[in-house]
């Protein structure tokens, strides 16, 4: 027998504008009051259903077909229309068994030697600050050490620490463009905001990602050619070890994500619809970094606000990369070693879940666990509340990354920053050893000082972002 979901005693209106308005208190709300789900009726749409049970939160993201992605509507599609993380189906499954090669075995440990090259640069530039201290948008900061590694590693450059900026402030914009409001929730007719600024801040994404991709080629066909003449000279045939491959044998061929998608080009079984490169290269310019950012600025902000932890973090680090004379750049063998950061890390992604929230949408009359969800509905699984909820979490809204020593995050199923099933995050590996790196490195040698009340605005975009960035005062440890 299938039951239907229970719905808040108020007007229906109402929640749907307390859901625009203010989503984090109201998802709090309601998962204080309902064991497992809830429907709030949306006039002239279908409701908005909102799960409370980790449970079930994990077979929603395990059931795609019924459940599809929410795809990339008005202004999202002028920055992407069909990237990897907006796609479903045939489309989504061919790009990311391309893509797949690039975020596994050693381009995880790429990704977090490089993060610990950037990373010493970074507290190199920041060690000329004198014992005063020097005010910074630490938001800004992280965000240019990420999409820095992300460039390098995914598409092959590194951006520049120009045009890093540059995305900061695109994201800016983006990220007001896509704040959640009440005209989110509101009947499909009423007209939707426009911000004139936005379009100039997609045409800019979509115009490096553009450039991005023209040098890549360029760069391919000039080693494709060299190779053909080595070839040539040895009386070998070129690229016939793998794929399209350019490699004398024994070489490593590139297996940068932007690298991998261009190469199948050349495969007969691989269709790519117009603009998939582009729209592939720009998601990535935004989901490679953004979520890593904004981890770290939450990171840096709690252990600013738990001494004690601080403490330990900084110990571990001193120990495991050294100091003075002997001290060395971070790289990804530390990481096992680094079991304080790892904690800290992960906690604060319990806290402040970049991905605040997944979005799915019923595409028929479905049955969930008892219930009928009906075609059409939203359907929000809200990492922020179920990831506070006291029936999963001793003193939720505790920062206590002591609560992993007894647990394993794998094994909490109310935990799921990353979210789950077969659209489960592609980067996670990533975010996780190169961001432990980026906050051990950088707390062993530096007081960021942050305000008590730095998190106080988060704004409900697609990501959980600080309204004004996040001020920080950056001094030396003495
Ligand atoms: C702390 C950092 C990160 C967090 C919290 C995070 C979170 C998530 C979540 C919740 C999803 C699932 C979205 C959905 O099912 O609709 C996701 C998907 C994805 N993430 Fe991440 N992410 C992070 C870092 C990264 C990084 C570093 C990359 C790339 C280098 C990345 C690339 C992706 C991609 C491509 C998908 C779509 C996967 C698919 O649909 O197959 N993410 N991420």
New binding site residues.
Partial sequence: MQHRIPQPPEAGLLNAVRFGTDPFRFLEGVQGRFDSITAVPIPGRAPLVVVTDPDLAHEV?SRPPEFR?VAAQGSASMIAEQG??QSDGPL?RQQ?GIMRPA?VGRQVREYANTVGHRVEELAEEWADIGADGEHRNLHAEMTTLTIRV?SEI?LGEDIGHDRAADFYEWMAVAGREFEFSPTTVSPAWLPTRTDPEFSEAAEGIRGLAEEIIERRRETLAAESEAEDERGGENGTESGDDTRGGSGTAGAKQPQDMLTLLLRAEDDPEVEYPPNQIRDEVA??LI???E??A??LSYTMSLLSWNPEVREQVREEAKQVFGVGESARTPEYDDVADLTHADRAYRES?RLY???WA??RQATGDVRLGEFRVEEGSAIVLP?WSIQRDRRYFENPTEFDPSRWERRSPNAVSAYF???S????????Q??LSG?TLAVSRLTRDFEVEIPEDALSDLRPTPTLRPAEGVPATIRPVE
């Fill in positions: 993201l992605r990897v993380v989504w990311r975020f992300a995914l998601t990535f989901a490679g970094h979520t890593t904004l981890s992604l879940p970049p991905a997944t979005f990492q920053p990353f979210a099933g077969p659209h489960a995050c592609i980067g996670q990533f975010a961001a």
